[in-house]
């Protein structure tokens, strides 16, 4: 069983960064791929970043390519996910998951095995 917490999140003006960070407890997520996913009010769940167990491959989602960054610390045991140039649209409750995905299969939410309980962020305009 892997526990997910992510921390981080807040309240930040348009243009703005924030650092989400994902702690896992339980067992290693060293041989898991992990992901970001996203849920703004109202709307559906939705990809925003992720990485596999070993950090080497990377992938996004347009929305938020080129400005957030997805990077891991598996002696930590822990994912974290860097905003940049943050935009009201991102506001939402960022949700770290972690599954044994591979490749393209990683980006659907049904792919993930373990999910955080998610933490808010909200961007002003």
């Known amino acids: 069983q892997v526990h997910l917490v992510e921390s981080g999140g807040g309240l930040v003006q348009a243009g703005g960064s924030l650092r989400l960070s994902c702690a896992a407890s339980?067992?290693?997520?060293?041989?898991?791929?992990m992901g970001w996913f996203r849920q703004a009010p109202g709307k559906e769940r939705e990809f925003a970043a992720g990485i596999d167990w070993s950090g080497d491959s990377t992938y996004y989602a347009d929305s938020v390519n080129g400005r957030f960054t997805i990077s891991r610390d598996n002696a930590k045991n822990t994912v974290y996910l860097r905003m940049k140039s943050l935009k009201p649209e991102d506001t939402a409750v960022y949700s770290c998951?972690?599954?044994?995905?591979?490749?393209?299969?990683?980006?659907?939410?049904?792919?993930?095995?373990?999910w955080g309980q998610g933490t808010q962020v909200t961007v002003s305009s």
């Open positions: 339980g067992r290693s997520i060293s041989s898991y791929s």
């Open positions: 998951a972690a599954s044994l995905c591979s490749g393209y299969g990683c980006y659907a939410p049904g792919a993930y095995d373990y």
